[in-house]
T-cell receptor
């Protein structure tokens, strides 16, 4: 099992819909999680972080963490074509100071 | 504005040559990281540093080395470039040492080894 797993996609959603991106993680990964957005040919940029069980909302984005199921998700409401990108899930390595383990990313395509 | 830069942005080299990729940050962050990104693998950690003269190996460190002589720079050297090292390389930095600290990424270097 990979330490952080994501479905590679592409996930295709119509404009205005809710996009749901999912990520599972192994025991080696700690309880700090990050969602990065990466446009083609660009560097990753942080959009959300979550450390506690439950939901965290920031504008159109909601991150959800379920420690019992080792599952973290990102919901994007009112999806826009500009949200089309690859979304990387990352978790802190347990006992690993501030080292991050990244998933392979999910490609999201929002079509008009 | 404070930032993190990488150079060159694109590099083509031949197998067996030594290559150095530069990373420079002006945030005065103690912690710096080098990743490579390949299709299907996401970002994988090559080397990292928690301060001047400190370097540590990541999960894919074979064939790479780093040195940290000042806070701002962490150059990545490929001792003898191999085709398997064709990739996009990202440098990142963070101020704190906890797993909750945000890593900020440079623009990346696309390296092709022929």
């Amino acid at each position: 099992q990979k330490e952080v797993e994501q479905n590679s996609g592409p996930l295709s959603v119509p404009e205005g819909a809710i996009a749901s991106l999912n990520c599972t993680y192994s025991d080696r990964v700690s309880q700090s999680f990050f969602w990065y957005r990466q446009y083609s040919g660009k560097s990753p940029e942080l959009i959300m972080s979550i450390y506690s069980n439950g939901d965290k909302e920031d504008g159109r984005f909601t991150a959800q963490l379920n420690k019992a199921s080792q599952y973290v998700s990102l919901l994007i409401r009112d999806s826009q074509p500009s949200d089309s990108a690859t979304y990387l899930c990352a978790g802190g390595l347990a006992g690993g100071y501030n080292k991050l383990i990244f998933g392979a990313g999910t490609r999201l395509a929002v079509h008009p | 504005d404070a930032e993190i830069t990488q150079s060159p942005r694109h590099k083509i080299t031949e197998t067996g040559r030594q290559v150095t990729l530069a990373c420079h940050q002006t945030w005065n962050h103690n912690n710096m990281f080098w990743y490579r990104q390949d299709l299907g693998h996401g970002l994988r950690l090559i080397h990292y540093s928690y301060g001047v003269h400190d370097t540590n190996k990541g999960e894919v460190s074979d064939g790479y080395s780093v040195s940290r002589s000042n806070t701002e720079d962490l150059p990545l050297t490929l001792e003898s470039a191999a085709s398997s090292q064709t990739s996009v390389y990202f440098c990142a930095s963070t101020a704190g040492t906890g797993t909750s600290d945000t890593q900020y990424f440079g623009p990346g270097t696309r390296l092709t080894v022929l």
